[in-house]
């Protein structure tokens, strides 16, 4: 538009100094032609001269004429450049209405998302609030929450939903439409699933793959520990399938049902059935029996009949097991119970069941101390080397699983209760509920109603997993009766999920399998907490004692969080995936407050090194006294050092040769605890920093920086305060270009490529801590006065005011490792993520107590918080990494009905891009 104002204008000008020159060519040529002819008609001198003065009065007339015309064409001008800058003035004005239109257009499409946002976080808490809430449908929710506008609000929706939503491990599709049942074998490797008359199909648990399948005519009895053998009873027949051949191993008569056992080492199988010859109707005809048989050899080790208590009852074995070794098998029938000897052939413990009920499950104990036998009414615990029972008392239900522990102290129970169709309606009969013993004082130390689908002991000290029909996998700590983690297993809401069939708990409770029409699914058991919190503490019979925590600090890999107490120092290491504590030791034989100040990992993470030592008294016996602690982690190997003052902070080289301690002097060390030199060693030290190349140490001191080269300890360079007062807090860019000191209530920046003082930054108070960005353009105070006040301070150098100034009282802050975000801590219970650019908060968290301090976990995905006293968080913080853990964990996107219930203000699109529609 502005250039073809602009031409219009040129050309109007153009177009009135042709038809101006035009003009006066005309005037001039009409003038000269009256010139011409007076000149022809005067004659002689006196005429000449009369002539001469007319030309001259033409000519002035002329002048006045092209003066006039000239003032004509500066007019003409001057009216076109109007013109343009009248165009130019109009344009500026309609570009800055188009800008400011644009901003409200954009500020209303941030209202908007904002609003959809908020919208579908409600929604998604309306979800899981429902008595059987979807958790995809409100995790997808949240998800979508979060994509339109990541705020505090959407985010702590997606954690809420996502901290409940267990982690995809295998998903097979439409691998096994006729499977009514699934079983994991003992060892979990396998996971067999079958429908009854169908098809027998054995699935690798790590692959997804299928191993083997077969037809069957019948209903699965039992899976061997490999998943090779599977016994069917297709009756009249009962048939043991060697899956790993594809062929029958062997075949038995049965008449009224059978139940078989597999020996752990799957070399043997026990059964046990009722014969009835040529379908005679004629009881006394018919026999019951229990044999053993090797299914390698195809030798028949036991054929025993079974002699009935009662006639009226059925004497054949309604469950059978083997112990741990093969060497002793049992069985249960309505009116007792068996053991049997398998090398000598003979029945070596018979004790009498009193259930009145089908027994249900029958267990050895690891140890062969007890053989536990429980029914829908009732347990028996037999104590096998007494020969006596042990009471039980336990609910009624449907036994799910039965378990000793792996030292045979523990025992462990799940019932269920069964639904029936009565002439009435449906009505109900036993419990759901898991319960655990302790065997050495017979008491029940848990019980934990409604976790009723199956159970087990994990194969961790104190630990058991279960999952209840409504789909919640529960992790227990058993002996401290506390609940540790809680998932949600997709299990659609069609399933009724009753005994165990459609849902199969592996034996470590590790995996959890799940058929809805054909579609089989594999859970792990591992939660995601997006916030979960750790007690260092010991626990001494009922007495619990807080380490009283110093300090913490990442393993390189992020995969460790260790924590450092101040009474005993106590060093814990947590796994960061899952909150649950790996090791721990004691620092030393140090004595409060001799105890770790500050603690880091070499950076291949071999070495763990800790500064401690007891703080400055005012007491005159009080000798100040501090020591380094160098631990190699795998094979434990301790070098301690000794330092005159308590270490206030220690930093490795960046290729990890050599760490550098500050005590009451800088020295730097090997891994073998060698000295290598020392930098300024008369005057104590506050700080150290590496140069980036692991060249120099910078070495800060109340009166001095100095930069020593490492080897030597030469002093290279010293900086000073410039206005005569105490350095009391340091920090090295890290391009190692910019290093920020802090003297009173200033910080000075110099510029080290240049060897100049940049700028002065004045804090509200004396920093004690300083963080420089990666760019050197960001600095970050922490500031406080003898009264304990504070601010923790953001500015971008070179302005006059901080972007922000957040008051304190014993806070902390930490820039994440990409330096977009700061993590502060006010010293209250709360911790705030913000931009670091322009102070947008991000997220926050709280933690039970008061947070002291705070560091990023190495790729900046963690928040580590550690409280005053006793507790540590681990927070996943950043929304993003939130919505790939869900996608991860999700098996599908919102379908068509659901957009348009719960977003349908714009076109559909997938939430997870790789996941499926429904």
Known sequence: MKRASVGLLIGVVIVSLIFAFAVFVQQEKQKQEVLDARATAVTGSNLYGTAEAEREMVAGTAVALATTLHEQQIETTAV??????????????????????????????????????????????????????????????????????????????????????????????????????????????????????????????????????????????????????????????????????????????????????????????????????????????????????????????????????????????????????????????????????????????????????????????????????????????????????????????????????????????????????????????????????????????????????????????????????????????????????????????SHNIGPLRQIALSSDGKLVAVNHQGNISLWSSESFQPLQTLYPMRVDADRRTPDDLQTIAFSPDGTILVTGGIIRGDIRFWDTSNGRELDNYQAGEFSYPDSPHVIIYSPDGKYLVLGNGNFPNPAPDWRESGGTIIQHLATNTVITLTHGAWVKNLVFSADGRYFATASDKAEVWDLNGQAISTCLPEESSLDIAFSPDGENLFTLTPDQVGVCHVDSGEVLKEYFPPNNGKFTAMDLSENGRFLAVSEGQTVHIWDRQINELVTDIATTFPADKLQLSSDGKYLIARSRNEFRQGFIEVWKIGDERPLLSIPHSFGDFALSPDGQVIAIADGSNVVRVLSLFHGHEINRVKLEENIEQVIFRPDGKQLALRGRRETVGLWYWNASDLVAEACSRLTRNLSADEWYTYVDSEPYHLTCPELRIP
């Open 80 to 493: 076109a450049e109007t013109a343009v800058a009248n165009v130019t003035t109009l344009e500026e004005t309609l570009a800055e209405s188009q800008t400011q239109q644009a901003n409200v257009e954009s500020e209303l499409y941030e209202q908007q998302q904002n609003a959809l946002a908020n919208k579908l976080a409600l929604s998604s808490y309306q979800v899981r609030e429902r008595s059987y809430p979807d958790w995809q449908l409100s995790t997808l929710l949240a998800v979508e929450a979060v994509n339109h506008a990541a705020s505090i609000e959407t985010t702590a929706a997606l954690a809420n939903s996502l901290e409940l939503l267990s982690n995809l491990a295998m998903n097979m599709e439409g691998v096994h439409p006729d499977a009514t049942e699934l079983m994991f074998s003992q060892d979990g490797s396998s996971l067999l699933a079958w429908g009854w008359r169908k098809e027998a199909v054995l699935w690798d648990v790590s692959t997804g793959e299928q191993l083997f399948s077969t037809p069957i005519k019948g209903e699965g009895r039992g899976l061997s520990s490999d998943g090779c053998f599977l016994a069917v009873e297709n009756w009249p027949i009962l048939d043991i399938i060697d899956m790993c051949r594809g062929e029958t191993a062997f075949s038995a008569p049965t008449r009224f049902g059978s139940s078989v056992a597999f020996s752990p080492d799957n070399q043997l199988l026990a059964y046990s059935t009722t014969v009835v010859p040529d379908d005679s109707e004629d009881v006394s005809t018919w026999w019951e029996f229990f044999a053993v048989q090797n299914l390698q050899s195809g030798e028949e080790i036991i054929k025993e009949k079974i002699t009935p208590v009662d006639e009226r009852i059925s004497a054949a074995y309604k469950v059978l097991t083997f112990n741990a070794d093969g060497s002793l098998v049992a069985g249960a029938n309505l009116d007792e119970v068996h053991v049997w000897d398998v090398s000598t052939k003979r029945i070596i413990t018979k004790f009498a069941n009193p259930m009145n009920y089908w027994p249900e499950k029958l267990v050895f104990s690891p140890d062969n101390t007890y053989l536990a036998v429980v029914g829908f009414n009732g347990a028996i615990l037999w104590n096998l080397s007494l020969n006596q029972p042990v009471p039980l008392e336990t609910f009624t239900g449907g036994t799910q699983s039965t378990q000793f522990s792996s030292d045979s102290r523990y025992l462990l129970i799940t019932k269920q209760e069964y639904e029936d169709a009565g002439e009435y309606g449906n009505w109900y009969e036993g419990y759901d509920v898991t319960q655990v013993w302790d065997l050495e004082s017979g008491e029940e130390i848990l019980s934990l109603p409604g976790l009723g689908v199956s159970a087990s002991f994990t194969g961790e000290d104190g630990l058991l997993a279960g999952i209840d029909r409504r789909g919640f996998y529960q992790v227990w700590n058993f002996l401290e009766r506390r609940l540790i983690s809680q998932t949600v297993v997709n299990i659609p809401q």
